[in-house]
């Protein structure tokens, strides 16, 4: 129960902490591939600080100012239930489905906020982010369906544990094609190149934080980063193994990470429809193929 | 109050109110409005008084027949029969203020009251001959409110009986064949015999009533009235009509299949000898879940959209109830409810800006209302979260239990319908509150006043009540739990704050003390950091260029890049097949209609013919 506590105070924090640093490693390896220096790792940290202390902010009403509170309180309420390298404060209240739909909170927030700020680059940006959101979670769901119905379960902790034994129980192993399907469709549901249009800064002015400044867009930010934290967790959970202790949780999904910002630093961006017609082609089918081997082999 | 005398009192004052209400209306509106409302609440009071009560009573004789007309209680009824008291009491206090300019209002509450016990009278029925009179009462009832505004109404209500008809024939044919078979219209005597009849019988008699129920509750290929119906209806009549009465429909999915047929019985049929029976029925749910939903995503009037999401999350019922596991049936039934809240909560959101706008309910033409109906914009964020189903609304609590059951039952294909479903729905019910409530405020409706207090009333009092069922979903569960019981499955147990620990992980309050600690927590930081400068809707970013001040909107094609993918294959066939087919008879009646000519002389030349034709016959010896 203490243990419990403990770590219901403790996840938070290292999550934000392994999000800020994951943002500041993305800058400077982007700027490395683009022979440029780069900004110091701590640059984001900075960034936030400095924004959530600026002395002019504006906003445009109760529900611009409470969807962003809870965009960022949506991700941080997500983090609790996912299994984090022996750390699963929360998980026997919540299954992976449970996660699943937390993890709504976060960009409903986000959209709210966009929606009241009263731009219809916001608005643009939000329902390019849905389409995109539709467009992977197809395959993402195909993928994810395959697991839980491999390892009989929708428990993450369990899905986890039974992967625990040795290197080739890893699902990448006994999965390989749902974890590639979602392997190809990671870099759309971190809103990274090539699937950056939702919040493309020159066609729609950066879309949903058009009018975010100050602290606004500080908690924008966190948020950006905190979702970055899930999708990663989510992915190494389900087909990395997890992890012994967050050191190794850590490490596995900085390797996971490092091949997502290389792709986003050499890659163009998609227009909409391109992205939605790749994500439901390739993905969707290598996924679909997936789940129905692992349907015949469960038989 | 004693048990017995609240559940004979109901039936005679829901039906008895109706007509007292019209009469009243003679007398004075203001009367008429009162009495509507209290004789409303009273099968409500009643139905809460009877919690956890079970009785029959026989309230007439057919001697003729040697048979009795029963009403029976029980928790399979009373939880049906208290869904519909609770939406039609709302829809009621919400009628007062949005009918208020209205004609033939006499009329109108008088066919509230009506479709209201006949509803509260399917529920109730202890045998079939009650069901099919109560099932009739409300239909035609139905008929006539659907064509209230007239106009484009009236055909859409013509469209609506016609299907209804077919069902009602089909149930006809389905009663008949039972009383013939078991000698009885009794509901358990009618069980007892059926558990001895062959499997080709239980699937003729499952098939008629499937057709039948599946007519009224709106499932794919026999949902084509719906969307007519609901958007020419009025608003306060659209929460009802999708919110109870659509779910008639299910209400009679789960007598056929639970009550009248056993479900071991159902388990072992076979459509053709090859296709399990109970599988096809699910995948039936399925495809009504995904192509409804995503139809709702193209459409602009909002009536439309919700109306398209009715026969969506239907199709969730049909898949909970269909996979048949505690579970699964549990969710099925939970949804139905949970359906009956949302939806109608969001026809009442419609119908409160349509009120103060003047009738608009084109999405395209709205926007920015949030800032001058907040409590409505509450409602309608409440709705839209409970028809998603996000955690802490009572919509997530029964699709959860529908996805995990399809999960551990192995069916990976169905719960990927239903979870694509739900993004279909994201996409869907986010325009619609984008377009209505957010955005820029168009200048014209610079002078909307938040809703009057009935409306608010009825929108805040089903916002608690999706808060409620998704904090605490015992309550509910425990009442289906004991239907499940009565059913002969094993019930759930559910604890008050989800299911036991052995069925799954779920616990709501932990996800609530989640949620808020970290909404308190963020909330803390956004406090402690200066307080912002609240700016005028114009004062926005237009990239470094002009911002017009009428219209700076993006609503119009929402989603047009999905639409440009999906557009194509997401058509209503079915519709049009009808269409089709409806201008093809036209033809074949037109030709008809030249040897019926109406006319007594070639009447008579025809009988004169047959009899020809007869005489002939009879010469040759073929009689």
């Known amino acids: 129960m203490v243990q419990q506590v403990i770590s219901m105070i403790v996840l938070p924090v290292i999550a934000l902490v392994i999000a800020v640093f994951f943002l500041g490693l993305s800058r400077k390896i982007t700027a490395r591939i683009h022979r440029r220096h780069g900004p110091p790792l701590y640059q984001p940290l900075i960034d936030v600080v400095k924004l959530l202390t600026q002395k002019e902010n504006i906003s445009h009403g109760t529900i611009f100012d409470l969807g962003i509170v809870l965009s960022v309180a949506g991700g941080l309420a997500t983090i609790l239930f996912i299994p984090a390298g022996g750390l699963h404060p929360l998980s026997s209240s919540g299954d992976f489905l449970v996660v699943l739909y937390l993890m709504l909170l976060s960009p409903l927030g986000l959209a709210l906020a966009a929606g009241a700020s009263e731009n219809p680059n916001a608005s643009i940006g939000v329902s390019r982010k849905f389409i995109l959101a539709l467009g992977y979670e197809v395959p993402f769901l195909l993928a994810a369906l395959a697991v839980m119905v491999h390892f009989r379960t929708t428990s993450l902790v369990e899905i986890v544990s039974l992967q625990r034994e040795s290197l080739l129980n890893w699902s990448v192993f006994t999965l390989p094609l749902p974890a590639l399907a979602t392997f190809l469709v990671l870099p759309a549901m971190l809103s990274i190149r090539p699937f950056d249009f939702a919040g493309a800064p020159q066609e729609v002015a950066s879309g949903p934080l058009v009018e975010l400044g100050g602290k606004y867009l500080a908690f924008a930010a966190i948020q950006g980063a905190l979702h970055t934290y899930i999708v990663l967790a989510i992915f190494v959970d389900l087909y990395l193994g997890g992890g012994a202790n967050i050191l190794t949780f850590f490490l596995k999904m900085l390797a996971v990470f490092f091949i997502g910002v290389c792709i986003n630093g050499v890659m163009p961006r998609f227009r909409v429809k391109q992205a939605l017609i790749y994500l439901w082609k390739w993905p969707a089918i290598i996924a679909f193929a997936g789940l129905v081997i692992v349907m015949w082999t469960s038989r | ?623």
């Open chain 2, 1 to 623: 109050m004693s048990g017995q005398t609240a559940f004979t009192l109901i039936l005679p004052i829901a039906f008895g109110s109706a007509a007292v209400v019209y009469l009243s209306g003679k007398i004075s509106a203001a009367l008429r409005n009162f009495l509507a409302v209290f004789f409303a609440a009273v099968p409500l009071v009643l139905l809460t008084a009877l919690y956890g009560y079970t009785g029959k009573i026989v309230y007439y004789d057919l001697s003729f027949l040697n048979q009795s007309l029963i009403l029976r209680i029980d928790a399979f009824a009373w939880y049906f029969a208290s869904a519909v008291a609770l939406i039609d009491f709302l829809a009621i206090v919400f009628s007062l203020r949005y009918m208020e300019d209205k004609k033939q209002l006499d009329f109108y509450y008088f066919a509230m009251l009506l479709v209201n016990a006949g509803m509260l009278g399917i529920v109730l029925s202890g045998d079939l001959l009650s069901f099919f009179m109560f099932w009739e009462i409300m239909s035609w009832i139905t008929y006539l409110l659907i064509s209230y505004k007239g106009g484009k109404a009236v055909a859409a209500a013509l469209k609506y009986m016609i299907m209804s008809i077919m069902g009602s024939c089909a149930m006809l044919l389905a009663l008949g064949s039972l009383y013939s078979t078991c000698g009885t219209f009794d509901i358990s005597g009618v069980a007892e015999g059926m558990s001895s009849a062959t499997p080709g019988y239980r699937l003729f008699i499952l098939l008629l009533m499937i057709f039948s129920f599946g007519i009224k509750n709106a499932i794919v290929p026999v949902h084509v009235w719906l969307p007519d119906a609901h958007s020419e209806a009025v608003s306060p009549f659209s929460a009802v009509l999708s919110g109870v009465l659509v779910r008639m429909g299910i209400y009679g999915f789960l007598l056929v299949m639970f009550v009248l047929v056993r479900w071991n019985a159902v388990l072992e049929l076979r459509i053709l000898g090859l296709l399990d029976f109970h599988l096809v029925f699910c995948w039936i749910g399925a495809i009504t879940i995904v192509v409804p939903t995503f139809i709702a995503l193209l459409q602009d009037d909002a009536k439309r959209l919700l109306a398209w999401h009715g026969i969506g999350q239907g199709g969730y019922m049909v898949l909970g109830i269909g996979l048949g596991t505690s579970m699964g049936i549990a969710g099925g039934v939970f949804h139905t409810l949970n359906h009956a809240t949302y939806i109608a909560l969001l026809f009442m959101v419609v119908g409160a800006v349509e009120y103060r706008t003047n009738g608009v309910r084109d999405l395209n033409e709205l926007g920015g209302l949030a800032k001058k109906m907040p409590i409505t914009f509450i409602g309608g964020l409440t709705g839209i979260l409970g028809l998603i189903g996000v955690p802490l609304t009572n919509g997530f609590v029964s699709k959860w239990l529908i996805y995990k059951s399809l999960v551990m039952n192995e069916r990976p294909l169905l719960a990927f319908a239903a979870l694509i479903g739900t993004w279909g729905t994201i996409l869907s019910v986010f325009k619609f509150l984008h377009h209505i409530f957010l955005g820029q405020l168009p200048q014209k409706y610079n002078n909307v006043k938040e809703a009057p207090f009935s409306m608010r009333f009825s929108i805040i009092t089903l916002s608690l009540v999706i808060f409620l069922f998704g904090i605490f979903p015992g309550l509910p569960l425990t009442v289906i739990s004991a239907m499940l019981d009565s059913f002969g499955i094993i019930p759930l147990n559910p604890t008050l704050f989800g299911v036991p620990s052995t069925l799954g992980e779920l616990n709501t309050i932990t996800i609530l003390a989640a949620v808020l600690a970290m909404m308190v927590i963020g909330y803390a930081v956004f406090a402690w950091a200066r307080k912002a400068r609240r700016t005028d809707q114009f004062d926005s970013y237009g990239a470094g260029a002009y911002v017009p001040v009428n219209r700076y909107q993006y609503s119009v094609r929402f989603y047009e890049r999905a639409y440009e993918v999906i557009g194509p294959y997401i058509r209503d066939r079915i519709d049009e097949f009808y269409i089709w087919f409806v201008e093809k008879a036209e033809g074949f009646f037109d030709t008809a209609r030249k040897i019926y000519t109406g006319n007594v002389n070639s009447s008579t030349a025809y009988i004169v013919f047959l009899l020809a034709v007869l005489v002939i016959l009879k010469m040759w010896g073929r009689f």
